[in-house]
């Protein structure tokens, strides 16, 4: 069953059309990756998703519903979150005090919760009360990640988080990703790292706001054809 699906998706920003006629699919319990260049569309396919930005054609599916008009304040109610590349922590804040923000929403007691994020991350729990400002690339990245997930999303939309770190912490990343996914949050991953396809169940390739392929992720991987022109190799 999809959790999520795009239908021929027209958007971009303001006269400026960026997707033209994408259509996607995302399994649930499964983790899809989006994967091109930049610029190729990446962002702007996450943005119309979460409803930063309304289509102009097309439809966006999220558990057969439509949610092509709501706002992300709805989506994010729905169960989807939304981890963007760049400043998605609030570096003058704690740690924790990030995390309280990411339960924005929430009217119950989230303490429990943050706690469990902690054990997910134990990178940064022992820095709960340091400014996010002064975490490393990859720390930012986690509590960025974890932010999301005070809301127990179903789904996690997640721009690039590998994007500026150290090949060692990227393998930690991916890691957390796929352990994420273990533990039942469907995930749909925008990267230009081909590594990325690594962790993925399937993949698009997408360049010019279009699809270019699709398919199992390691058969892509695999693909001379894609690697050549996509996955630079």
Do not use: W
């Not at 092509?68 to 922590?89: K, R």
């Not at 360049?207 to 398919?215: C, N």
Request: include cysteine.
């Amino acid at each position: 069953m999809s959790t999520l699906r795009m239908e021929n998706v027209v958007s971009g920003y303001g006269s400026m059309e960026v997707l033209h006629g994408i259509s996607l699919e995302v399994p649930e319990g499964k983790i899809v990756t989006i994967l091109g260049p930049n610029g190729a569309g990446k962002t702007t396919i996450l943005r119309t998703i979460f409803g930063e930005i309304l289509p102009t054609e097309g439809k966006v599916y999220y558990k057969d519903k439509d949610i092509s008009g709501l706002h992300p304040d709805q989506v994010a109610h729905m169960g989807m979150c939304y981890v963007p590349q760049e400043a998605n922590v609030f570096a003058a804040l704690s740690v924790q005090e990030n995390l309280e923000m990411g339960a924005f929403i929430r009217k119950d007691d989230y303490r429990p919760r943050m706690e469990e994020v902690f054990a997910m991350f134990p990178e940064i729990s022992p820095r709960r009360k340091s400014r996010a400002g002064e975490l490393s690339g990859g720390m930012r990245q986690m509590l960025a990640i974890g932010r999301a997930l005070m809301l127990n999303p179903e789904v996690l939309l997640l721009d690039e988080p590998s994007t500026g770190l150290a090949p060692f912490l990227v393998d930690q990343i991916f890691a957390k990703i796929q352990d994420l996914n273990k533990s039942g949050v469907t995930v749909l991953l925008v990267e230009q790292n081909a590594q990325a396809l690594g962790c993925a169940d399937t993949a698009y390739i997408v360049e010019g706001g279009e699809k270019r392929a699709e398919g199992p992720a390691q058969a892509l991987l695999k693909d001379a054809e894609i690697a050549k022109h996509y996955l630079g190799r």
